[in-house]
């Protein structure tokens, strides 16, 4: 079945947005903007012309989070990430800091 975490729209709406598949592990968390969260994937894929592109989620939030809320984010992915990782079969809800939304989940390939 493989290694998922369960993005619920908002900390008061837990209906699941969406499912972000782990594959084999996760490489990086990080926070590029105060709207974003991106987790790229350490499987490696190589494109048609031998590049290798890494897999990688971008959350979106809205509003725009505090420093201290993108920090918990990234605190909340790495936790659910570990629950996912250590407990066979679970299905962990990421939790979300204070009143963000998340109104994108995004899978692309990023060399």
Do not use: C
């Not at 947005?17 to 968390?29: C, P, Q, T």
């Not at 605190?75 to 250590?86: F, I």
Request: proline share 5%; charged share 20%; glycine share 4%.
């Amino acid at each position: 079945m493989g290694q998922f975490i369960k993005l619920p729209k908002s900390a008061t709406d837990l209906t699941s947005f969406d499912l972000m598949h782990l594959f084999s592990g996760v490489g990086e968390i990080f926070s590029e903007n105060n709207t974003t969260v991106q987790v790229r994937m350490m499987v490696e894929n190589t494109d048609a012309d031998g590049t290798e592109e890494l897999p990688l989620y971008e959350i979106t939030v809205t509003p725009a989070m505090t420093d201290a809320q993108r920090l918990q984010m990234i605190q909340n992915v790495s936790k659910a990430v570990q629950k996912a990782t250590l407990i066979p079969n679970s299905v962990p809800s990421l939790e979300l800091p204070g009143d963000v939304v998340v109104s994108s989940l995004t899978y692309r390939q990023s060399s």
